[in-house]
């Protein structure tokens, strides 16, 4: 048996930044564990053959001063800001991100869709994601790109999905801002990812290995098979872990099947949905037009979103060389039919041509890429950490909270979750 006072499950961005921050409160008694061989989860980057490809896009997106300073400090001039050059790619059009605010790139029948829309916007509170579109952009905005590329992405309708994700996510402007759209670029760039932070070698795995060097107590290969609330147990590889207080990061639903003798909690993992999605990786040589990523809302195309992992740092390809990671919704099965049919869009809309060279690919799936906001999330989630919260068990993180979130977003739960378990000692 071994005692500590803290466990912490889950070596992602989370759960390194929660250690990280218990240390510097003076608490070193914790033990974090992570199931691969390496720390990370879905912030580790990989390196093939003179590539850094990470899974699909991270890119930073710091608001804060402590999270702008927290990243200065752990990759020091390992850092480049970078302006976004994101697009959306529908029918013959190309039409900068976000939408909303470029609507004079639209063809004239499309504009005069949008502008019909907008003068009759609903006035009643929205009950959902759809009502939500509908009252903030009017039906023409909706049904040429926010219906299709979310369904694409949450692999349900809008109109299933709540809109309390909706505020730092998606741009807002004023009605007679939009209206101002219809004829002329706005004056200043819309947006939270206007300008985002990227390691300059290493890909986003540089900021976990950075963490990750200054967490005392990562044990890796090591995956939790059962935890016991009541005891306050939890079998950890070979060995069992008692411990006063717990920290979940792993995803939520996985995490309640693993307690024992908790039915009701248990059962509550089965009201989480998510939308998983399937990443398909290319490397290319060939010098072609560089942009930060394109999302493409057509049903005819099998991907909803594609970025250029090459752009976010010189040093993620060689200089002859470009690479994408492509975005498709997780219920497609990959293999030789679906890499055909991602060419040939890919080839139609630009982004690759006929005169580029394929050197490799790969396949990666990630299942819980996107906790749905449907009705049952906000209760079912709120339910279950007031249950944990009781018995000295703690939810953090993007996936811990089943929620949609920034990468700083995870660095800072973590120091709020370390002060929370130091403030409980202290009571």
Not at 24 to 51: A, D, H, M
Not at 363 to 369: E, F, K, N, V
Not at 419 to 427: G, H, Y
Request: charged share 20%.
């Amino acid at each position: 048996m071994i005692y500590v006072d803290t466990l912490i499950l889950g070596g992602g961005l989370t759960g390194l930044s929660t250690a990280y921050h218990l240390q510097k409160l003076g608490r070193t008694n914790y033990l974090l564990v992570e199931k691969e061989s390496q720390p990370g989860g879905l912030c580790r980057s990989i390196q093939k053959e003179g590539f850094t490809f990470d899974y699909s896009g991270h890119l930073l997106h710091l608001h804060t001063p402590y999270g702008k300073k927290l990243v200065r400090e752990l990759l020091a001039n390992n850092l480049r800001r970078v302006q976004r050059n994101a697009w959306i790619f529908t029918g013959n059009s190309q039409v900068p991100f976000p939408f909303q605010a470029h609507l004079y790139a639209l063809p004239e029948k499309e504009r005069q869709l949008c502008a019909q829309g907008l003068r009759h916007l609903p006035t009643k509170l929205p009950s959902n994601f759809e009502n939500w579109c509908l009252q903030s952009f009017g039906k023409g905005i909706y049904e040429l790109f926010f219906r299709p590329y979310n369904t694409k992405l949450w692999g349900v309708s809008p109109k299933y999905l709540t809109c309390d994700w909706c505020g730092p996510f998606v741009p807002r402007p004023s009605r007679a801002a939009l209206m101002r759209s219809l004829t002329r670029k706005p004056s200043r760039p819309i947006g939270y990812n206007a300008w985002f932070y990227y390691p300059q070698s290493g890909g986003c795995g540089a900021l976990v290995e950075a963490l990750a060097k200054r967490v005392l107590n990562l044990r890796t290969n090591l995956r939790v098979s059962q935890i016991d609330l009541h005891r306050k147990t939890a079998r950890v590889g070979r060995k069992m872990v008692q411990f006063n207080h717990l920290v979940n990061t792993l995803p939520l639903p996985n995490f309640l099947k693993l307690l024992k003798n908790e039915p009701r909690l248990s059962q509550l993992a089965n009201r989480l949905q998510a939308a998983p999605v399937l990443v398909y990786q290319l490397a290319v040589r060939g010098k072609g037009k560089k942009f930060s990523w394109i999302y493409c809302p057509d049903p005819q195309d099998p991907f909803f979103r594609v970025g250029q992992q090459s752009s976010f740092s010189p040093n993620n390809a060689p200089s002859d060389c470009r690479s994408f990671y492509v975005e498709l919704p997780g219920t497609l099965q990959p293999g030789k039919t679906l890499e055909k049919q991602i060419w040939t869009a890919l080839l139609q809309k630009g982004i690759i041509t006929r005169c580029d060279k394929k050197l490799f690919s790969f396949w990666q799936m990630i299942p819980h890429a996107y906790a749905r906001y449907d009705k049952n999330r906000a209760r079912t989630v709120q339910t279950i950490a007031d249950k944990l919260a009781v018995r000295g068990c703690y939810l953090a993180g993007r996936y811990g909270n089943w929620e949609y979130s920034f990468m700083e977003t995870s660095l800072l739960q973590g120091r709020e979750t370390a002060r929370k378990l130091v403030s409980t000692e202290v009571l």
